[in-house]
C-alpha cells in the first residue's frame, strides 16, 4: 500500500535514507508497502490528509472550483470549428457569421 508523506525539502535526504521515494508527477515523497511505519510517524499526514494519503496512484486529488476557473459566456457566444484566427477569418468562419446575420453580405 502506497502512503504520501509530507516531508519538508530540509529533511529530504533522511526520509530518502529511510526508504522514501520521490513521485515527480504528484510532487511528493510516499512509502510503498513498509509494514513498519513508525521511523517515517513525523512526516505523515494527520486527520483528513490521510486519506488522501494512501489514495490509489490514479486517483486525482479532489479540487474545489473557483469563481475564476469557470468559463463564462455571452448570449453572443459562438465557438467557430476551423483553425483560423479570429481577427483574421476565414471563409468557413465567414459563413457561420453571414448565417447568423452578424456580418453585412
Given amino acids: ?3 504520501n508523506l509530507q516531508v519538508p525539502f530540509a529533511e529530504k535526504d533522511e526520509a530518502k535514507a529511510l526508504g522514501a521515494r520521490w513521485d515527480p508527477g504528484r ?4 512509502v510503498q508497502n513498509v509494514a513498519d511505519m513508525s521511523p517515517f510517524a513525523r ?7 490521510a486519506a ?11 479540487r474545489k472550483m473557483s469563481q475564476a476557473s469557470v468559463v463564462k459566456t455571452g448570449a453572443a457566444f459562438i465557438e467557430l ?3 483560423c484566427l479570429p481577427w483574421e477569418g476565414c ?3 465567414r459563413e457561420v457569421l453571414l448565417a447568423r446575420g452578424w456580418l453585412a453580405r
Avoid at 488522501?52 to 479532489?62: E, F, H, N, R
Fill in 1 to 3: 500500500m502506497r502512503t
Fill in 27 to 30: 510532487r511528493t515523497w510516499y
Fill in 43 to 49: 512526516w505523515m499526514p494527520a486527520g483528513a490528509d
Fill in 52 to 62: 488522501a494519503a494512501s489514495a490509489p496512484p490514479g486517483a486525482a486529488p479532489a
Fill in 81 to 83: 470549428a476551423c483553425d
Fill in 91 to 93: 471563409a468557413r468562419c
